[in-house]
C-alpha cells in the first residue's frame, strides 16, 4: 500500500505551478470550476471549510501539494484524477483559491471590539 503510493508519486510528472497573478479572468473561470466540480460542497464557496471539508483558502497549500493531495487524497475526501479534473482545470481552481479577501479581523465586528 505504501509502496504503491510512493512508486505512484514518482511516476507523476509534477504538474506546472500557475502564475502567482493570476488574471480576474483566469480566476472567475476557476470560481465556476471549483462550483461544477462540487469543491465547494464540502469546502464551502469560498473556500472557507464547512461541515464537511477544511478551510483551503486563502492561502492554500503551495500548488505542487496541493494538486498531490487532490488527486491521491489521504483521508475523507475523493480523489480527482487528472481524467477527472485536468491538470488546467485544477490551476484555475487554485488561482481562484489564492485570490480570495482574508476573512475581515474580528474587531471589525462591533459587538466583539469592545
Ligand atoms: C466530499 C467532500 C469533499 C469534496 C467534494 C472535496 N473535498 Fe477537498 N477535502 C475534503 C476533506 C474531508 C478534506 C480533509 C482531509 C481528508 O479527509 O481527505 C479535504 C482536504 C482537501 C485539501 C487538503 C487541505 C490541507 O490543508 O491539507 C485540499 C487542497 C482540497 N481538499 C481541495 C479540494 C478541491 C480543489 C476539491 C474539488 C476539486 C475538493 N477538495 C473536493 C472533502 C472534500
Redesign the pocket.
Known amino acids: 500500500m505504501l509502496m504503491a503510493a510512493t512508486v505512484g508519486s514518482v511516476a507523476q510528472a509534477p504538474a506546472p505551478a500557475p502564475p502567482a497573478q493570476p488574471s480576474p479572468a483566469t480566476v472567475e473561470e476557476g470560481r465556476k470550476?471549483?462550483a461544477s466540480?462540487?469543491?465547494y460542497?464540502?469546502?464551502g464557496y469560498e473556500g472557507q471549510g464547512g461541515a464537511?471539508?477544511?478551510?483551503?483558502a486563502p492561502r492554500?497549500?503551495p500548488y505542487a501539494?496541493?494538486s498531490r493531495?487532490?488527486r491521491r487524497?489521504?483521508?475523507?475526501?475523493?480523489p480527482?484524477t487528472e481524467k477527472i479534473?485536468a491538470d488546467a482545470h485544477?490551476q484555475k481552481?487554485y488561482a481562484y483559491?489564492q485570490t480570495r479577501p482574508a476573512p475581515k479581523p474580528v474587531d471589525s465586528i462591533p459587538l466583539l471590539s469592545k
Open positions: 470550476i471549483f466540480y462540487g469543491c460542497q464540502c469546502h464537511a471539508g477544511p478551510r483551503i492554500p497549500l501539494g496541493l493531495y487532490v487524497p489521504a483521508g475523507q475526501m475523493p480527482y479534473l485544477l481552481i483559491l
